[in-house]
């Protein structure tokens, strides 16, 4: 596969590492497993069946079993570029635990004196409702290199902010 041909991955810069945590490489091993050797042999069964049914053209479950697997090797080809690229990081085993670097916990203060717990993670493991950001997302990126007692402002759809680094653990 050329460069050309790699899909770009929203967010990063080309060329830059695609960091993942070991959790996370391991979701994705899972996805491509599951959709190539279970979902896949599903659906090129019930095209097969619907093909030797005749007329294609009229052929609901044919058309929708194609569309479908031109589906499933989109994503399969997706998420093994991004496994080729992926560069495992293993936040039980930080080089500098003072500091805040991908994969670190980090408990941070808002002006109001309220305290946000965010984990700073992979692209494809970010899940805001769970407190997993992005490693290239704003505040991830306000908060890289940061140590307990820190403030750092972060720019916001509503406007400036800034929050003080009150908290930082890894693992």
């Known amino acids: 596969m050329s460069e050309e041909d790699e899909e770009e991955v929203p967010g990063l810069p080309p060329g830059t590492p695609f960091y993942m945590t070991p959790s996370g490489h391991a979701a994705l091993t ?3 497993r599951q959709l190539w050797t279970v979902e896949r042999p599903k659906v090129v069964e019930v095209v097969s069946w619907a093909a030797g049914l005749g007329d294609r053209s009229e052929n609901a479950d044919y058309q929708y079993g194609k569309r479908r697997l031109r589906e499933i090797d989109r994503r399969v080809r997706l998420l093994r570029q991004r496994l080729d690229r992926a560069q495992v990081v293993d936040p039980a085993a930080p080089a500098r635990p003072d500091q805040v670097f991908f994969g670190a916990t980090v408990t941070y203060a808002l ?3 309220r305290e946000v717990r965010v984990t700073i993670v992979g692209i494809d493991e970010a899940d805001g409702s769970a407190g997993r950001i992005s490693w290239v997302s704003p505040m991830a990126r306000a908060l890289l290199g940061a140590r307990v007692g820190d403030t750092r402002r972060v720019r916001t ?3 400036s902010l800034e929050v003080e680094v009150v908290g930082i653990a890894y693992g």
């Open 157 to 159: 759809p509503q406007g």
């Open 30 to 32: 899972a996805e491509v």
């Open 111 to 113: 002006p109001d004196d």
